[in-house]
């Protein structure tokens, strides 16, 4: 995606979550402060009304919007449905260690699979590129202001919505949403929470089986 397009994308759902978000508390401030009763005409009913639209507009902002724009709508990816290593057969190179950075997830596409590479010095780890949580790319976006967050503690974190994955396992160890990450990070966070109000949780992470050959980092990938 270019980064034109990224930042337009961004624009547009950043203003049309706000709107949601302004709907929403309009609906909630009329329903429980209606004010004076005498001069205002049915403020409940008004306020349902912009509860109820307000809500509508946010779902469809996410289901409608992010296709649109490239992004595969925000629905968690069920651990469920993880192939397990044993049937990942198919060795592939994705390049020498030193076109990686040291500690950050790097996207690269392999046989048109998405998959995040990171080294940590000698070694390497490979994840589905798309976080569990809402499907959107545990190394960010190339060019815009989400960029792909350092591994801490053996763990990797989603640049997004906060959540972490075990570098060895992909098991989750942290929910999005914390308020650790919601006071850090408040429109990706206290915000999105707002709008990804169906789906709060992260499950563990497709991971692949990696081997590093003469520095070369090997993914292997199911047939
Ligand atoms: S998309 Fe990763 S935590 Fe939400």
Redesign the pocket.
């Known amino acids: 995606m270019s980064p034109a397009l990224a930042f337009l994308g961004l624009s547009i759902l950043g203003t049309w979550g706000l709107a949601s978000i302004a709907m929403i508390a309009g609906g909630i401030i009329l329903i429980f402060f209606p004010g004076n009763q005498e001069t205002a005409s049915d403020p409940t009913i008004a306020g349902i009304i912009l509860l109820v639209v307000g809500l509508i507009s946010g779902g469809l902002m996410q289901i409608t919007v992010a296709p649109l724009l490239g992004l595969d709508p925000?629905i968690r990816i069920k651990a469920k449905n993880n192939i397990p290593h044993s049937r990942m057969k198919r060795w592939e190179s994705v390049g020498p260690l030193e076109a990686f950075p040291d500690g950050t997830p790097k996207e690269v596409r392999v046989r048109s699979r998405r998959v995040a590479i990171v080294r940590q010095g000698e070694e390497a780890f490979a994840f589905s590129a798309?976080?569990?949580?809402?499907?959107?790319p545990?190394a960010g976006f190339p060019a815009s202001p989400v960029k792909p967050l350092p591994v801490r503690d053996d763990c990797i974190t989603?640049?997004?919505?906060?959540?972490r994955f075990e570098l060895a396992s992909g098991k989750v160890v942290r929910e999005?949403?914390t308020s650790e990450w919601n006071n850090d990070h408040p429109f990706l966070g206290r915000v999105?929470e707002k709008l990804?109000f169906f789906n709060k949780k992260?499950e563990d992470m497709q991971t692949f089986p990696v081997r590093v050959e003469d520095g070369e980092i090997i993914v292997g990938l199911p047939r």
Request: proline letters at 15%; a positive charge; aromatic letters at 10%.
């Open positions: 925000p798309l976080c569990s949580h809402a499907r959107l545990l989603c640049p997004f919505h906060g959540a999005p949403f999105q990804l992260a």
